[in-house]
């Protein structure tokens, strides 16, 4: 599933539009604790997360993520939205927990 595709099922805000929404989402992956997600995030997982700090990009850039979802409505603070938007990362947003996200992303995929 595409992250445009998860983006509207999930009714998530899309935080910087045009970037890599055409990209195939293919796993997810939740976590908060930076080094963990380094060293366990697949590419093309979606990294669902409530960290919105610019330290989020790197390691998003590092693991090759899809794209990032920040959830319980989080949103990204001014440098790493700027950092994302350098790096082509996608940032979506909602309103749901990680794990109402997680399960409505489990049934998309």
Known sequence: MLVKDIAEKL???IV?????????????YIGDLLSWVMSNAQEDDIWITIM????????ATLTDVACVL????????????????????????????????AV?????L
Do not use: F, W
């Open 11 to 13: 009714q998530a805000e």
């Open 52 to 59: 919105s700090n610019v330290n989020v990009v790197a390691v």
């Open 16 to 28: 910087n539009p045009g970037h890599h929404l055409n990209r195939e989402i293919k796993g997810c």
């Open 104 to 108: 409505k992303i489990g049934n998309l």
């Open 70 to 101: 920040l959830c319980e409505n989080v949103d990204p603070d001014d440098n790493c939205l700027k950092r994302a938007n350098e790096q082509g990362i996608s940032i979506l947003k909602t309103k749901l927990t990680a794990y109402e996200a």
